[in-house]
């Protein structure tokens, strides 16, 4: 489509309405395009080849072009009130090609002795971003410098400025930009079974993970450019944080993961399981606050900055198909705690005048206490009825008046969380086809869980904002129907029902 249609509405009318009301009119007139192509070789072998040793070996390449156009359409009185785009330079008109590529390779050795399994294993990884950034973090904008060393060949402070010689841009590229280093790491994996009776098994497992971070922390902002002003511009920019800047030189983040458990046979057709284990995560994603030579003028640069660890045990039980009927349930204790979950978190707290976390707090998806439980009952090829149960405590939130934050963040509990679902079929044979009657009722009980809530309840369902908000709204809502977040709950109950026809 014509990103320069005159028929686009001037997004200014988005002011048109006050706080706390819905949009009347006006546009979001930022356009995004973006397309990924991912290009893989992969190579694995396994072979057994003595009664003790099996070797499995494997490695794979790969390559990415990774191409984003984003921007937006002004209509002001500087575009004499008719869509236009501003120059590549411009916040707000952003454009990269990116080709980075990877590689990996493993071995492992699984050694079958007669009173237990060894798995010993080595994995390496490479990551090239194949992309550099400033030098100068503090002069980051290429197409406008502040330094007059970076824009005056031989710059001379005693001449005046219409006396210096101004570099051409394809000179200042010669020097502008660091190139991303690539990033390697070792890791070792090492896992043994020992048993301990005919019916029970003991085992460890301990190992190095790589993670790169996901492209859009490498590559966000690709001219390097902060908005002029720290608040927010009329229509922000929808995919990207304002004054953040990509790092393609981020390093891998680096998981060791410690485990230990038993395997329990208790009858013939019920077993026990039982699993902790630790997970030590470094090179957390974090930001880094970065001042310009301009006062005033920030911006935040991602970086491997923060650190976070998980702990917890798991107790299942597992009983196999007896007289048609199978169960299984599982009962999880977690503790997951960090730094910060958003990698923007200190940029944020930057910006509302907030002091940084100096404390390891609960992350986002620390929840305490899950509960899975499935029972299946009826004959495989003639019916079968399952329901299939998950509950857990309310994962964290940060508690705040007026806007105003209480305590720490995630210091406070969302509402525990449990959701049914329901299957069940019935095969009939019928000249030698198998017609299948089925039907599936997701929430099963139609609860409201509360996916997300108001901060200074702590419940999705009201908020404290009654009392202390004018209700005198310019608008087409009340307040009261503003603050109906019909999109904070869980989908409610749906049901499906079908037949699907095979081959007998």
Same mark, same amino acid.
């Given at each position: 489509?014509?990103?320069?249609?005159?028929?686009?509405?001037?997004?200014?009318?988005?002011?048109?309405?006050?706080?706390?009301?819905?949009?009347?009119?006006?546009?979001?007139?930022?356009?995004?395009?973006?397309?990924?192509?991912?290009?893989?070789?992969?190579?694995?072998?396994?072979?057994?080849?003595?009664?003790?040793?099996?070797?499995?070996?494997?490695?794979?390449?790969?390559?990415?072009?990774?191409?984003?156009?984003?921007?937006?359409?002004?209509?002001?009185?500087?575009?004499?009130?008719?869509?236009?785009?501003?120059?590549?330079?411009?916040?707000?008109?952003?454009?990269?090609?990116?080709?980075?590529?990877?590689?990996?390779?493993?071995?492992?050795?699984?050694?079958?002795?007669?009173?237990?399994?060894?798995?010993?294993?080595?994995?390496?990884?490479?990551?090239?971003?194949?992309?550099?950034?400033?030098?100068?973090?503090?002069?980051?904008?290429?197409?406008?410098?502040?330094?007059?060393?970076?824009?005056?060949?031989?710059?001379?402070?005693?001449?005046?400025?219409?006396?210096?010689?101004?570099?051409?841009?394809?000179?200042?590229?010669?020097?502008?930009?660091?190139?991303?280093?690539?990033?390697?790491?070792?890791?070792?994996?090492?896992?043994?079974? @020992?048993?301990?009776?005919?019916?029970?098994?003991?085992?460890?497992?301990?190992?190095?993970?790589?993670?790169?971070?996901?492209?859009?922390?490498? @590559?966000?902002?690709?001219?390097?450019?902060?908005?002029?002003?720290?608040?927010?511009?009329?229509?922000?920019?929808?995919?990207?944080?304002?004054?953040?800047?990509?790092?393609?030189?981020?390093?891998?983040?680096?998981?060791?993961?410690?485990?230990?458990?038993?395997?329990?046979?208790?009858?013939?057709?019920?077993?026990?399981?039982?699993?902790?284990?630790?997970?030590?995560?470094?090179?957390?994603?974090?930001?880094?606050?970065?001042?310009?030579?301009?006062?005033?003028?920030?911006?935040?640069? @991602?970086?491997?900055?923060?650190?976070?660890?998980?702990?917890?045990?798991?107790?299942?039980?597992?009983?196999?198909?007896?007289?048609?009927?199978?169960?299984?349930?599982?009962?999880?204790?977690?503790?997951?705690?960090?730094?910060?979950?958003?990698?923007?978190?200190?940029?944020?707290?930057?910006?509302?005048?907030?002091?940084?976390?100096?404390?390891?707090?609960?992350?986002?998806?620390?929840?305490?206490?899950?509960?899975?439980?499935?029972?299946?009952?009826?004959?495989?090829?003639?019916?079968?009825?399952?329901?299939?149960?998950?509950?857990?405590?309310?994962?964290?939130?940060?508690?705040?008046?007026?806007?105003?934050?209480?305590?720490?963040?995630?210091?406070?509990?969302?509402?525990?969380?449990?959701?049914?679902?329901?299957?069940?079929?019935?095969?009939?044979?019928?000249?030698?086809?198998?017609?299948?009657?089925?039907?599936?009722?997701?929430?099963?009980?139609?609860?409201?869980?509360?996916?997300?809530?108001?901060?200074?309840?702590?419940?999705?369902?009201?908020?404290?904002?009654?009392?202390?908000?004018?209700?005198?709204?310019?608008?087409?809502?009340?307040?009261?129907?503003?603050?109906?977040?019909?999109?904070?709950?869980?989908?409610?109950?749906?049901?499906?029902?079908?037949?699907?026809?095979?081959?007998?």
């Amino acid at each position: 489509k014509n990103p320069l249609d005159p028929r686009f509405v001037n997004p200014v009318r988005l002011l048109q309405v006050s706080g706390n009301a819905f949009y009347t009119g006006g546009m979001h007139t930022w356009q995004f395009h973006r397309k990924t192509e991912n290009y893989v070789t992969k190579f694995d072998l396994t072979s057994q080849i003595t009664k003790v040793h099996q070797i499995k070996f494997g490695l794979q390449a790969q390559s990415f072009a990774l191409f984003l156009r984003e921007f937006e359409i002004r209509m002001d009185r500087w575009t004499n009130f008719k869509p236009a785009m501003n120059p590549i330079w411009a916040w707000n008109n952003n454009e990269y090609h990116h080709y980075p590529y990877s590689f990996s390779t493993y071995i492992q050795d699984k050694m079958e002795f007669k009173d237990m399994i060894v798995n010993l294993g080595i994995r390496y990884d490479y990551f090239n971003a194949n992309a550099s950034y400033p030098k100068d973090l503090r002069d980051t904008n290429i197409y406008e410098p502040v330094l007059p060393e970076h824009k005056y060949k031989n710059y001379n402070p005693n001449l005046p400025f219409e006396d210096q010689t101004a570099f051409t841009l394809q000179e200042r590229k010669k020097f502008w930009y660091r190139k991303a280093s690539p990033k390697i790491q070792l890791s070792p994996r090492f896992g043994i079974a @020992y048993p301990i009776s005919d019916r029970g098994v003991i085992h460890i497992s301990y190992g190095f993970f790589f993670q790169m971070p996901n492209f859009q922390y490498l @590559y966000a902002n690709p001219e390097f450019e902060v908005f002029p002003g720290q608040s927010a511009p009329l229509d922000p920019m929808p995919h990207t944080q304002l004054n953040t800047m990509g790092n393609p030189d981020l390093k891998p983040q680096k998981t060791v993961i410690y485990e230990i458990g038993l395997q329990q046979q208790l009858t013939d057709n019920l077993g026990l399981t039982f699993t902790t284990y630790y997970k030590d995560i470094r090179n957390w994603l974090g930001t880094e606050i970065n001042q310009l030579y301009i006062v005033g003028r920030y911006y935040a640069r @991602y970086v491997n900055r923060d650190y976070a660890n998980v702990r917890g045990i798991t107790i299942a039980l597992d009983q196999r198909p007896f007289h048609g009927i199978s169960a299984s349930i599982d009962y999880t204790f977690q503790i997951a705690k960090g730094d910060a979950s958003d990698p923007n978190t200190a940029f944020w707290d930057k910006q509302n005048n907030i002091e940084p976390t100096k404390q390891f707090i609960p992350l986002d998806w620390d929840r305490r206490h899950s509960l899975n439980l499935t029972v299946s009952v009826g004959s495989q090829n003639s019916w079968n009825l399952s329901v299939i149960g998950k509950l857990g405590s309310g994962l964290p939130y940060t508690p705040t008046f007026q806007n105003i934050r209480l305590s720490v963040a995630n210091s406070a509990n969302k509402p525990p969380y449990y959701n049914f679902d329901l299957y069940a079929y019935k095969n009939i044979h019928v000249m030698g086809l198998v017609y299948s009657l089925y039907f599936k009722i997701y929430n099963l009980f139609d609860r409201k869980n509360e996916l997300d809530v108001y901060s200074d309840t702590g419940r999705a369902g009201y908020s404290l904002q009654s009392f202390y908000t004018s209700p005198n709204i310019r608008g087409v809502n009340t307040l009261n129907e503003y603050l109906k977040r019909p999109d904070w709950y869980s989908a409610p109950r749906q049901v499906i029902i079908g037949v699907k026809i095979s081959a007998n």
